[in-house]
C-alpha cells in the first residue's frame, strides 16, 4: 500500500471510530431515564459537528493535491487519444516509451466508463472517469516497460466485463 494509500485508511478508520464512539454514546444518552437538559445538549450538539466538519475537512486538505485530474503534461510528452464504446476501448496509439509522461485524452462514444490502467501483477496504476460529451484528460508515466491492462471500471452494459484493451510501454 503506498503512503498515500495509507494515510488515507488511517484517516477514515479514525473517522470511523469516532462515529462509534458518538454512536455509542448517543445509545447511552436515550438508556437513562433522567430529566434532559437541553441547554447542555445543545452545546454538545455544536461540538460534535465541529469535530465532524473539522475531520472533513483535514480528509479534504489531505488528499485533494494527490487528485491528478486536471494535471498539465509538460512539454515533450506523449499523446494518447482514447475512445471508449461498448463494450472495448480504441487507444492510439497503443505503444508508449517508459519514463516519458503520457497525456491520454478520454472520451466516451456512449455512456459513461473508467478508465483504469493495471499493472502485469494486477496493481491499479491509474484511473478516471470518462463521460460522453467531454474530453478527459490524465497524464501518467509508466516506469518500467511491459504490457499494461486498461479496464473499464464504470458498469457500461451487459458485456461490461469484457471491455479490454492495452498499452504496450517500451524502453
Not at 73 to 96: N, Y
Not at 121 to 141: N, W
Request: glycine share 8%; net charge negative.
Amino acid at each position: 500500500m503506498s503512503g498515500t494509500a495509507t494515510v488515507i485508511a488511517v484517516g477514515y478508520a479514525g473517522l470511523a471510530a469516532l462515529s462509534l464512539v458518538l454512536a455509542v454514546a448517543v445509545w447511552r444518552s436515550t438508556r437513562s431515564r433522567r430529566a434532559v437538559d437541553a441547554a447542555r445538549l445543545a452545546k454538545r450538539e455544536n461540538a460534535s459537528l465541529a469535530a465532524v466538519v473539522a475531520i472533513l475537512v483535514a480528509l479534504l486538505l489531505g488528499t485533494i493535491f494527490l487528485v491528478p485530474y486536471g494535471e498539465s503534461a509538460p512539454a515533450g510528452s506523449q499523446r494518447v487519444s482514447v475512445t471508449g464504446f461498448q463494450f472495448a476501448w480504441l487507444i492510439e496509439p497503443q505503444v508508449v516509451k517508459a519514463n516519458v509522461p503520457v497525456e491520454f485524452e478520454l472520451t466516451s462514444s456512449d455512456v459513461s466508463h473508467a478508465f483504469a490502467v493495471y499493472d502485469e501483477d494486477g496493481v491499479l496504476l491509474t484511473q478516471v472517469q470518462v463521460v460522453p460529451g467531454r474530453t478527459q484528460k490524465l497524464v501518467y508515466t509508466f516506469e518500467e516497460p511491459g504490457t499494461y491492462d486498461v479496464l473499464c471500471l464504470e458498469f457500461c452494459g451487459f458485456a461490461h466485463d469484457v471491455m479490454r484493451g492495452t498499452i504496450e510501454v517500451r524502453a
